[in-house]
């Protein structure tokens, strides 16, 4: 639990480290609003449709009685919306970073050159670093979508699917929000997705810890939007402590 909570303060510090720098924190947010006015489109396009796409998901259920049918429908429909509210946090979160490529590079590197910079940083051209991004979104992505499908089916069972599945979300939601986050700092030191995954298992419960928070700031109306900023600098602290590099000017 120690390490859980090192990891929600360094959502924090990041905070802490935008707040106190303005021009960070609007570089971080013009993306995040550009994304969030899509992903809006989506899930009132969702809402639409629900009731189509909850029949469909329960066809299994077509020849049961009226009664029972609606009841699987509706539980259906609610586990829809809230495993389309995960993929949608992780893939906002991949979406923002894409948009704001430059803008959270800035963040991430004005975070650590305050506290030493990067040993043999490796410099990326604007194409290629979108282009690495890209990929390994599509895959965090692809990750999602196959997490959450046992989610879909837990989701289903009376009372399990309302109180133990939305805090297993959570932790795989905070997971690849993590992994997503640290994407820019490690690309800064020439690492990769397979690269990020080995080193965050290496520190579960700081990168669960961290995770966790951005994922429940992120429920929160607007929460996406000014928590952006905050968590790209976290990620950078959270990337720096994983390579045993100085947090804090006092360790500098």
């Given at each position: 639990?120690?390490?859980?909570?090192?990891?929600?303060r360094?959502?924090?510090q990041g905070?802490?480290r935008?707040?106190?720098?303005?021009k960070?924190?609007?570089?971080?947010?013009?993306?995040?609003?550009?994304?969030?006015?899509?992903?809006?489109?989506?899930?009132?396009?969702?809402?639409k449709?629900?009731d189509?796409?909850?029949?469909?998901a329960?066809?299994?259920?077509?020849?049961?009685?009226?009664?029972?049918?609606?009841?699987?429908?509706?539980?259906?429909?609610?586990?829809?919306?809230?495993l389309?509210?995960?993929?949608?946090?992780?893939?906002?979160?991949?979406?923002?970073?894409?948009?704001?490529?430059?803008?959270?590079?800035?963040?991430?590197?004005?975070?650590?050159?305050?506290?030493?910079g990067?040993?043999?940083?490796?410099?990326?051209?604007?194409w290629?670093?979108?282009?690495?991004?890209?990929?390994?979104?599509?895959?965090l992505?692809?990750?999602?979508?196959?997490a959450?499908?046992?989610?879909?089916?837990?989701?289903?069972?009376?009372?399990?699917?309302?109180?133990?599945?939305?805090?297993?979300?959570?932790?795989?939601?905070?997971?690849?929000?993590?992994v997503e986050i640290?994407?820019?700092?490690?690309?800064?030191?020439?690492?990769?997705?397979?690269?990020?995954?080995?080193?965050?298992?290496?520190?579960?419960a700081?990168?669960?810890?961290?995770?966790?928070?951005?994922?429940?700031?992120f429920?929160?109306?607007l929460?996406?939007?000014?928590?952006?900023?905050?968590a790209?600098?976290?990620?950078?602290?959270l990337?720096?402590?994983?390579?045993?590099?100085?947090?804090?000017?006092s360790?500098?």
């Amino acid at each position: 639990m120690k390490n859980f909570f090192v990891g929600v303060r360094f959502l924090g510090q990041g905070l802490g480290r935008v707040v106190r720098r303005p021009k960070l924190l609007l570089l971080g947010i013009l993306p995040a609003i550009l994304s969030l006015v899509l992903f809006i489109v989506l899930f009132v396009l969702l809402f639409k449709f629900l009731d189509g796409i909850s029949e469909t998901a329960t066809w299994f259920a077509r020849d049961w009685s009226a009664g029972w049918r609606e009841t699987v429908e509706v539980a259906a429909g609610v586990v829809i919306v809230g495993l389309s509210g995960l993929l949608a946090i992780i893939s906002y979160t991949a979406v923002t970073l894409l948009i704001g490529d430059p803008f959270y590079e800035a963040i991430a590197e004005a975070v650590e050159e305050d506290l030493g910079g990067v040993p043999n940083e490796v410099k990326l051209t604007v194409w290629a670093s979108l282009r690495r991004s890209l990929a390994d979104s599509l895959r965090l992505v692809v990750l999602t979508v196959l997490a959450g499908v046992p989610l879909f089916f837990l989701g289903l069972i009376p009372v399990v699917g309302q109180t133990v599945v939305p805090v297993i979300a959570a932790f795989v939601g905070g997971w690849f929000l993590t992994v997503e986050i640290v994407g820019i700092p490690f690309h800064r030191r020439g690492l990769r997705l397979p690269d990020r995954r080995r080193m965050l298992r290496q520190n579960r419960a700081t990168a669960l810890g961290f995770g966790v928070a951005v994922f429940c700031c992120f429920l929160i109306p607007l929460g996406a939007v000014m928590v952006m900023p905050a968590a790209v600098a976290g990620g950078s602290l959270l990337t720096r402590h994983l390579f045993g590099q100085p947090t804090s000017l006092s360790s500098a």
